[in-house]
């Protein structure tokens, strides 16, 4: 398949998903963005009820104002939303498409091991639309899932867009796509990193600074209003009232760094009779401070246990927890075990080939490594690791063909 095939085979698969979509019409999972939308769009105020309050920073924004804006023009009808997130499936592979070929052309090992260019590239692509779960979460859920995919591959590609001519208004464009990234999901913000090594390979100091201060100026100006808007409702510094819970149900004792405890139940079963009386009772500050001094109590009483929560939930966003799927039906929990082989087949391959590299592998994998080692801070579910996932199939089919290539050698020496 070669690059001028690639945006009619993406859009003819995401017709034939949205065929799909409209004839089955699935039930949609809603989750905390849709009631924020529909209180914007039928109070003019974006809030959602949490531990009894109305909270106006529950979520970030990007995703909600999307959905918002649907249910104005469509009504307040899912389907439309999960349509949505199709397309946006279409964007992100075409993205993660032209970041793989930008990934071949810097990499001298491939060409060794693998002669069709477009071909392997096409796997990334293919990898996001066909990846599963990618497309439950777009398909059944009112869920910023495939925003928070979008943007990841969209700072990937356009850190290739500027790097392949370095023009201002090729920077301002990343810089405006980070700033959002970072809006939908402040995690990331570790986006700009292969944008940081292929600066420092291919630009002097003087440059490089000038381009980081552009970026950041337009980032923070993104960023700030939202931030000032947080604090005008609910008193809140950051980017949202959920910074202290999800630090806190990172580290509990009997858990697994998720939304689960070890014996299936929510992580809510970890508080007291009291201490859900006290809670409701609370401003949205408050809820986040009373949080906030739980998991600064048990860095008090037992750094260690925040320690190796820390590398258990880093475990357990490069493999699985054992309470995987609890949250799902039974269809999809059916399919875990399967995903589990093939997940480690997979891991195996990408590790193979990364090992055998060169230092362009970074570009590909300083992300994906930066988001493990960062969401690992606060909570780990699956679905944070599922984004990066077509990367590691795009690195395990490397993976493949490097072996191919290696007991050739081996072959060829024995003969």
């Given at each position: 398949?070669?690059?001028?095939n690639?945006?009619?085979f993406?859009?003819?698969?995401?017709?034939?998903?949205?065929v799909?979509?409209?004839?089955?019409?699935?039930?949609?999972?809603?989750?905390?963005?849709?009631?924020?939308?529909?209180s914007?769009?039928?109070t003019?105020?974006?809030?959602?009820y949490?531990?009894?309050?109305?909270?106006h920073?529950?979520?970030?924004?990007?995703?909600?104002g999307?959905?918002?804006?649907v249910y104005?023009?469509?009504?307040?009808?899912?389907?439309?939303?999960a349509?949505?997130?199709?397309?946006?499936?279409?964007?992100?592979?075409?993205?993660?498409?032209?970041?793989?070929?930008?990934?071949?052309?810097?990499?001298?090992?491939?060409?060794?091991?693998?002669?069709?260019r477009?071909?392997?590239?096409?796997?990334?692509?293919?990898?996001?639309?066909?990846?599963?779960?990618?497309?439950?979460?777009?398909?059944?859920?009112?869920?910023?899932?495939?925003?928070?995919?979008?943007?990841?591959?969209?700072c990937?590609?356009?850190?290739?867009?500027?790097?392949?001519?370095?023009t201002?208004?090729?920077?301002?464009?990343?810089?405006?796509?980070?700033?959002?990234?970072?809006?939908?999901r402040p995690?990331l913000?570790?986006?700009?990193?292969?944008?940081?090594l292929?600066?420092?390979?291919?630009?002097?100091?003087?440059?490089?600074?000038?381009?980081?201060?552009?970026?950041?100026?337009?980032?923070?100006?993104?960023?700030?209003?939202?931030?000032?808007r947080?604090?005008?409702?609910?008193k809140?510094?950051?980017?949202?009232?959920?910074?202290?819970?999800?630090?806190?149900?990172?580290?509990?004792?009997?858990?697994?760094?998720?939304?689960?405890?070890?014996?299936?139940?929510?992580?809510?079963?970890?508080?007291?009779s009291?201490?859900?009386?006290l809670?409701?009772?609370l401003?949205v500050?408050?809820?986040?401070?009373?949080?906030?001094n739980k998991?600064?109590?048990?860095?008090?009483e037992?750094?260690?246990?925040?320690?190796?929560?820390?590398?258990?939930?880093?475990?357990?966003?490069?493999?699985?927890?054992e309470?995987?799927?609890?949250?799902?039906?039974?269809?999809?929990?059916?399919?875990?075990?399967?995903?589990?082989?093939?997940?480690?087949?997979?891991l195996l391959?990408?590790?193979?080939?990364?090992?055998?590299?060169?230092?362009?592998i970074?570009?590909?994998?300083?992300?994906?490594?930066?988001?493990?080692?960062?969401?690992?801070?606060?909570?780990?579910?699956?679905?944070?690791r599922?984004i990066?996932?077509?990367i590691?199939?795009f690195?395990?089919i490397l993976?493949?063909?490097?072996?191919?290539?290696?007991?050739?050698?081996l072959?060829?020496?024995?003969?």
């Amino acid at each position: 398949m070669n690059s001028k095939n690639i945006p009619i085979f993406i859009s003819i698969i995401v017709l034939l998903q949205l065929v799909v979509l409209f004839i089955i019409q699935p039930e949609i999972n809603l989750w905390e963005d849709h009631n924020m939308a529909v209180s914007l769009l039928q109070t003019g105020d974006a809030f959602c009820y949490n531990d009894g309050q109305p909270n106006h920073s529950f979520v970030f924004p990007v995703y909600y104002g999307v959905v918002f804006f649907v249910y104005k023009i469509f009504g307040i009808v899912p389907i439309y939303v999960a349509a949505l997130h199709l397309i946006f499936n279409g964007a992100t592979a075409f993205f993660a498409y032209k970041a793989a070929v930008f990934f071949i052309e810097t990499n001298s090992l491939i060409d060794k091991i693998f002669f069709a260019r477009d071909k392997i590239a096409s796997v990334l692509a293919c990898s996001v639309l066909f990846h599963p779960f990618i497309f439950w979460y777009s398909f059944a859920n009112v869920h910023p899932f495939a925003f928070d995919m979008f943007f990841f591959y969209a700072c990937l590609f356009f850190t290739t867009v500027y790097f392949r001519n370095k023009t201002m208004l090729n920077l301002l464009i990343f810089a405006v796509v980070y700033g959002l990234a970072v809006l939908d999901r402040p995690t990331l913000m570790v986006c700009v990193i292969p944008f940081l090594l292929l600066s420092f390979k291919y630009m002097e100091t003087n440059k490089i600074i000038l381009n980081f201060s552009v970026i950041s100026i337009l980032s923070i100006m993104i960023i700030a209003p939202y931030l000032i808007r947080n604090y005008h409702t609910d008193k809140i510094f950051g980017f949202n009232s959920n910074t202290g819970k999800i630090l806190w149900k990172g580290v509990l004792y009997n858990s697994e760094g998720s939304n689960y405890l070890k014996n299936g139940k929510n992580y809510y079963a970890a508080l007291g009779s009291k201490d859900f009386g006290l809670l409701i009772n609370l401003s949205v500050k408050d809820q986040n401070k009373f949080f906030m001094n739980k998991y600064i109590e048990i860095w008090k009483e037992d750094p260690f246990q925040v320690i190796k929560m820390y590398l258990v939930k880093l475990k357990n966003f490069w493999w699985f927890r054992e309470n995987i799927g609890n949250e799902y039906s039974q269809a999809i929990q059916t399919f875990i075990p399967l995903y589990k082989i093939m997940y480690g087949g997979m891991l195996l391959f990408a590790v193979f080939f990364c090992m055998f590299s060169s230092k362009g592998i970074f570009f590909l994998v300083s992300a994906p490594i930066a988001l493990s080692l960062f969401q690992s801070f606060f909570y780990v579910e699956t679905r944070h690791r599922i984004i990066i996932e077509p990367i590691l199939i795009f690195l395990a089919i490397l993976g493949l063909f490097l072996l191919r290539h290696k007991l050739s050698i081996l072959k060829n020496n024995y003969n």
